[in-house]
């Protein structure tokens, strides 16, 4: 029997990287937390102080200069209070979610700022937010690698401005108006036919490849792919609306909608305590995360910066496959609660391994119970998922929950956009999905509805834009 513990040990909670404050504006204004440093390395804010320590360590202070210092598991999507975090580029790969246990004013979920610039892009290591746009674009007919270039500048130079919590030049919309940035991350991304249309065909990375079939897809090619992809998410509805009607507003007559999805995490406050946030089956989803504590956690998920040739431009990027899975909710509510823990091999109230424990220990997959079989069944979701059965293959999963309505035949239009970060697909997200298709008992409950393969590059520095180096150099 495969042995689990090599890649899968890491379960311990984040400890590292983010410090946040204990308090939030009182006054209700929109904080201003816009980033500036002082040459001290201090960053001017509005009622809080905010450094950048030599570790990458981001502290943001009070002005009682409390800084708390709290662990937190990636993939918690609602933290109990509120959780105004502090990481991402500064951070880097060892960026972390840290928060405060105790509950705070709800008003400081607004506070919560993530830094636009830095050596990896937004919106990957940061715990999923509670509200998120997933939207792909395609370049208009004529629209060439120039055009791209000044998109791609336009966006950045927005996407920094909006994540300071600040409004950008000539956006007078008022929608995120009295609201701080409330974690707002915005993570931009290229499809396979960006290549083509830009004519960089000869700087497109062998890891856009097409994913293979896989036998259980309903793909709909409409809703999938496309030559952009932004990821916006946010704690505040209106905070993420407007980060994506603008981003939408500024593509002008460069690049044209081609499909777009909503989604959500549990709201931060909504419970009593950190924790991995659920999805709409109810189970517990985020727990085996590789977790950037990992040793291995930047090479799996982050292409390395000493890349060379032709994907050079790709140095600390990543690369994201979207999936709106949608669950066959009516047949799963069916199950009983202890069929509804055997496919996946957790327990449902608490997520703890059905080999035992709590959520964080480690799955035993050799475990067998008083009757002779296997405590985490043969077709467990977490068994045929987990690197041991798959060669060591590992992705960070960051999803939002999403709900459409109903269909046609009642049922609830409602499932998972699912994202996988990796360096390389064919040691994350394909290999899995491979042995996913084959054997997994959760399956028979999901459709993959659309799919998508994205090259997020690198994140940039002040005065650059993402993916300058692919667009200039
Ligand atoms: C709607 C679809 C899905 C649902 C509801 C779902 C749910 C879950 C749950 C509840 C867990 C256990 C908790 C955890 O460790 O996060 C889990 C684990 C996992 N899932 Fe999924 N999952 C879905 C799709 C996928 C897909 C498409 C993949 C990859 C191709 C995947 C890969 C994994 C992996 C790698 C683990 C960790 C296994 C381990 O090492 O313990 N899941 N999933």
């Known amino acids: 029997m495969a042995d689990n513990t090599d890649i899968t040990s890491g379960e311990e909670s984040l400890d590292d990287a983010r410090k946040v404050s204990g308090k939030s504006a009182a ?26 320590k030599d570790t990458g360590e981001v502290s943001l202070e ?11 598991l990636l993939g918690t999507a609602g933290a109990a209070g509120a959780t105004a975090l502090i990481a991402g580029g500064a951070a880097g790969a060892a960026g972390a979610g840290v928060v405060r246990d105790k509950p705070d004013p709800l008003t400081s979920v607004g506070t919560g700022v993530v830094p636009f610039h830095g050596p990896h892009q937004s919106g990957i290591v940061q715990p999923a937010q509670a509200h998120g746009h997933l939207v792909a674009f395609d370049l208009a007919p004529g629209a060439d ?77 409409k809703r999938g792919e496309g ?15 407007h980060a994506l009607r603008l981003l939408q507003k500024k593509a002008g007559e460069t690049a044209r909608l081609r499909w777009q999805m909503n989604g959500f995490n549990r709201t931060p406050g909504a419970t009593a305590r950190p924790m991995t946030g659920r999805n709409l089956m109810g189970q517990i989803d985020g727990t085996n995360n ?91 979701h977490v068994r045929v998922a987990s690197p041991a059965s798959n060669r060591g293959a590992a992705m960070l999963r960051r999803a939002f929950s999403y709900h459409d309505g109903f269909r046609d035949d009642g049922a609830p239009d409602a499932g998972l956009l699912f994202i996988a970060w990796q360096a390389d697909p064919m040691k994350g997200f394909v290999p899995v999905q491979r042995k996913l298709d084959r054997g997994d008992g959760l399956s028979r409950f999901l459709r993959h509805e659309s799919s998508g393969l994205y090259a997020v590059p690198g994140g940039c520095e002040k005065g650059e834009y993402v993916g300058q180096r692919l667009l200039e150099d």
């Open 145 to 221: 690698r120039r055009a791209a270039a000044a998109l791609m500048r336009r966006w950045s130079a927005s996407a920094a401005e909006m994540m300071g919590g600040r409004a950008p030049q000539g956006d007078e919309s008022g929608t995120a108006l009295d609201a701080g940035p409330s974690s707002l991350t915005i993570t931009f991304g290229f499809g396979r036919s960006f290549f083509d249309r830009t004519g960089l065909v000869d700087r497109r990375p062998a890891a856009l490849e097409p994913l293979p079939a896989f036998t259980g897809d309903a793909l709909d090619p």
């Open 290 to 380: 590789p977790k950037p504590s990992d040793k291995s956690f930047s090479t799996r998920v982050f292409v390395p910066d000493n890349v060379e040739g032709a994907e050079a431009w790709m140095a600390g990027g990543s690369y994201a496959v979207v999936r709106r899975i949608r669950m066959l909710l009516d047949s799963w509510d069916h199950l009983s609660l202890e069929r509804q823990e055997r496919v996946i091999g957790r327990r449902k109230s608490d997520g703890a391994p059905l080999s035992g424990g709590t959520e964080t220990t480690p799955v035993d997959l050799d475990k067998v119970g008083p009757d002779g079989a296997l405590a985490i069944p043969g077709d467990a």
């Open 62 to 72: 009070t002005d009682t200069t409390t800084a708390i210092t709290r662990r937190r």
């Open 27 to 52: 006054n209700g204004k929109r904080p201003a937390t816009n980033g500036k440093k002082r040459a001290n390395g201090k960053v001017a804010t509005a009622g809080t102080k905010t450094s950048v």
């Open 227 to 241: 030559d952009l992809w932004v990821q916006i998410g946010a704690d505040d509805a209106l905070v993420a609306f």
